[in-house]
């Protein structure tokens, strides 16, 4: 098998998982605060990186970084997965899964915006055009079709939604200058975080929690959208010949999701979702047709 074709694999198989994660996001809400699901999901996805780590014999990897870089790891965490996954399951908790999903993607927008005043990169036309057709969406679907009103169904839901796109954004440009494996900076990400969930759990809503469902949907949250998944995305860029092909192969994600969000949670899909979707996945790939465009003239040389 060619490393295109196991990046492919790979790489479907994270769209797989990333399509079951707003409704298991629902699911884990259904009994759970969202500062509770956090806490659960963190520390199996402690455990699950750890496991990783054992089993490919890389474990020393995380005693052996400087004091700076643990440091470093303490104040990651405090973003991701502390205040990144607490806007994102504030969303879940208030918004139907159809809505919040979408408007989570737009993240890849936004860092784009953030890498011109941060990284120096330029902002194009077709960035600016990929912007307005994607906040087209965001606007649909967060007015469930009334956008001639601006009457949004959960400003609150909506703003933390939007929140956790720029938080995100913001963690990925600071990781552009980290220097630490991925898996083990991950790692060590959620360890550092665990304690401060921990905390501000006991703080507000406390430990104790039903013994239902809601605790293993969170348990497959920590373990597959906050592991595994990770893991296997970055198999897959570094088996892909074609990262490109690789990459778009996030746009099957949200429509296969609505499909257990419909199947699963037994929402009815708008039709506003479907044109909001749409709308953010057309922004989402002019986007991308820069990044592939600049990709074609520096290999090309011209």
Not at 84 to 100: K, S
Not at 146 to 175: E, K, Q, R
Not at 221 to 238: C, D, H, N, Q
Request: proline share 3%.
């Amino acid at each position: 098998m060619t490393n295109q074709k196991t990046a492919m694999m790979y790489g479907l198989g994270t769209v797989l998982l990333w399509s079951t994660v707003a409704t298991a996001f629902k699911l884990a809400l259904a009994d759970l605060a969202p500062v509770q699901m956090l806490l659960v999901a963190c520390a199996s996805s402690v455990l699950v990186m750890g496991g990783i780590l054992l089993l490919q014999k890389r474990w020393h990897l995380v005693f052996s970084l400087g004091k700076r870089q643990y440091i470093q790891s303490f104040g990651m965490g405090l973003i991701n997965p502390c205040l990144y996954y607490f806007l994102l399951f504030g969303a879940f908790d208030r918004l139907p899964a159809q809505e919040a999903q979408p408007l989570n993607y737009t993240w890849a927008l936004v860092l784009a915006y953030l890498s011109v005043p941060f990284l120096g990169h330029r902002l194009r036309r077709l960035d600016i055009v990929a912007g307005l057709v994607c906040y087209a969406g965001v606007v649909v679907i967060a007015t469930r079709g009334a956008v001639t009103t601006l009457s949004f169904s959960d400003p609150l839901g909506v703003s933390l939604a939007i929140g956790s796109t720029l938080v995100w954004a913001s963690y990925w440009i600071i990781a552009t200058r980290d220097t630490r494996d991925p898996v083990v900076g991950l790692f060590l990400n959620f360890l550092f975080g665990l304690p401060v969930i921990a905390l501000i759990c006991w703080w507000t809503e406390g430990l104790s929690m039903p013994a239902t469902g809601s605790i293993a949907a969170a348990v497959y949250v920590g373990t597959f959208e906050m592991g595994i998944a990770f893991v296997l995305w970055s198999y897959a860029m570094k088996k892909a010949e074609n990262t490109s092909r690789v990459s778009n192969l996030i746009f099957i994600s949200p429509f296969l999701s609505l499909v257990f969000i419909y199947l699963i949670l037994g929402e009815r899909i708008l039709s506003s979702t479907y044109i909001g979707l749409v709308l953010i996945m057309a922004g989402l790939w002019l986007q991308q047709k820069k990044v592939k465009a600049r990709e074609r003239v520096l290999i090309n040389g011209d």
